[in-house]
């Protein structure tokens, strides 16, 4: 509603007051001839007025609408990102931010054409209903008169049809008009948002699998009394977020559960990082480094399983090793209690537990 109203006011208000001039008025022959020369010396400037922002309107619009053409491809390829690595999806987010972002350049040609449009309606159509004095037959009659009539007429239409239609297709651009596909293209954050792509029916399963979290773990110096920690690490960060780790030993017995939920929004595309503890216990970390497994579940809004990935661990040498999602399961739990972890958490938070071992 908001995208027309500017547009409709603009577009209203002349037609009404052209609806408010008299043009019953008779004129001598010197008012009339003046009047015909003011007439002539605004249809010049008018015409000029015209070519001018037609031409930069026409420009800029193909410049702005190859960026929705970007960003509209790059929507398409995040909701099925099958071909896409991390690098390319932080790129095509950064990109398609400054594809969507509002540009004065393009809000003060829409402000002008709309301007010219709204003026050419009101001036011109008085200059028409001048000469003709409204007078248009609607019988087929080849006078030159008439003729001339509907020429003037015809003539008015058209341009103000050219200029109406211009400006639709500016307000189109300026609001990211979606040039391949319907509606309009989503707020950039919108890309990172997981409610938002469940509802596009984005492949959340190939997106975790590209841009999943993971779980790393270090031994801190000094050698002879070393700390333990554990962070939680996303490459790119999603705001409504819902996920669950669950950490095995090597005879699947669970050792840990690391669960949470992201709501706030930072800068696009930014990783994240949280330090969970600096104070794992020892005997905990030396589990956790043998042949241990993982998965993920990532949730919807009713906490219900979107996405399940397995993870496996990575060693990078005897002070470090990563847990992260390396496979799709496509199996779900036909019983899942693992959502009722996240119901709790009414804020950004993410917490873990050490399973009690038998």
Known sequence: MIRWGIFS???ILPI???TQIDYSKQFLDKDYDLLKDQVELVSWLFAGLIAIVAL?????GFMYDNKLLSASRFRKQIYLPYTLSLTDIRQGLLEYERNVSGDI????VYAALLAVTSLTILVWGTAVGFYTKYQFSTSLIFTIEAVLNFGIYAFYTVL?????GLSIIFNHIKNNKD????GFLPKAKDLCNIDHLISKGCDIDELALKVGPSVEFYKNPPIEEPTFEMNFHLPIKFHNFRFVISIYDKKKRPLLTCYGVLTEFGHLGEKFVKSLTTNLS????????EEVTGEIKIFNSEYKVVSRLGMSMIVNNNDSFILS???IIYSRDKIELNGNLLANLQEEKIKYHVEQRR
């Open 282 to 289: 020892e005997g905990i970390y030396n589990d956790l480094s």
């Open 9 to 11: 006011v603009f577009l």
């Open 160 to 164: 103000c049809c050219f200029l109406v």
């Open 56 to 60: 930069v309107s026409l420009f800029v």
């Open 105 to 108: 350049l393009i809000k003060c």
């Open 179 to 182: 040039p391949l596909g319907d």
């Open 16 to 18: 009404v007051l052209l």
């Open 325 to 327: 999602p390396n496979r």
